[in-house]
T-cell receptor, first 112, second 112 residues
Framework: DAGVIQSPRHEVTEMGQEVTLRCKPISGHDYLFWYRQTMMRGLELLIYFNNNVPIDDSGMPEDRFSAKMPNASFSTLKIQPSEPRDSAVYFC??????????FGSGTRLTVV | SQQGEEDPQALSIQEGENATMNCSYKTSINNLQWYRQNSGRGLVHLILIRSNEREKHSGRLRVTLDTSKKSSSLLITASRAADTASYFCATERVTSGSRLTFGEGTQLTVNP
């Protein structure tokens, strides 16, 4: 089992550019979560999916953020346009309905 | 605001000593989980304790849960330098389905 796979590991982009973060959950997991971690705000849940359907996106900061899960093995988190305050580590996690969450290694995003 | 609040924020001990971290929460929960995060990495699930359980063990870890006080503790016995990490409690609230709410974490440093 390869675990949750995120790409890229690091992303540096200029303000105003579009950023796309990618996640491959663990096979068989039917829940997928996107988190953002910063020193100031800690670990925040942005959105989560169940069986590819978005269930709760109340944590998405604003309309610049969007997430999709076109199939059970892939999800994206997109920021358009990006701003310096979006700089953070973004984690994807997946779980089964009865198990704990397994986290990816994260994408460290820096917007300059 | 965060559901879980860890105490202390930072803890520094010598190898071989025990480390105790506490977590308090505000609303009724289905379960409480502890996660560990090494610097620059994703979170790793350590242990889950259900609301009808009072104590659980896993190797050198002991977790207690007091639902009347809405608090939990994580004890790491005979600590090792490799235990140096941030430790987070996360609660699955009764009203939140499968979403977890994470605390701000305790930074544990074990000095060799």
């Amino acid at each position: 089992d390869a675990g949750v796979i995120q790409s890229p590991r690091h992303e540096v982009t200029e303000m105003g550019q579009e950023v796309t973060l990618r996640c491959k959950p663990i096979s068989g997991h039917d829940y997928l979560f996107w988190y953002r971690q910063t020193m100031m705000r800690g670990l925040e849940l942005l959105i989560y999916f169940n069986n590819n359907v978005p269930i709760d996106d109340s944590g998405m900061p604003e309309d610049r953020f969007s997430a999709k899960m076109p199939n059970a093995s892939f999800s994206t988190l997109k920021i358009q346009p990006s701003e310096p305050r979006d700089s953070a580590v973004y984690f994807c996690a997946s779980s089964s309905s009865t198990g704990p969450e397994s986290f990816g290694s994260g994408t460290r995003l820096t917007v300059v | 605001s965060q559901q879980g609040e860890e105490d202390p924020q930072a803890l520094s001990i010598q190898e071989g000593e025990n480390a105790t971290m506490n977590c308090s929460y505000k609303t009724s929960i289905n379960n409480l989980q502890w996660y560990r995060q090494n610097s620059g990495r994703g979170l790793v699930h350590l242990i889950l304790i259900r609301s009808n359980e009072r104590e659980k063990h896993s190797g050198r870890l002991r977790v207690t849960l007091d639902t009347s006080k809405k608090s939990s503790s994580l004890l790491i016995t005979a600590s090792r330098a490799a235990d140096t990490a941030s430790y987070f409690c996360a609660t699955e609230r009764v009203t939140s389905g499968s979403r977890l709410t994470f605390g701000e974490g305790t930074q544990l440093t074990v000095n060799p």
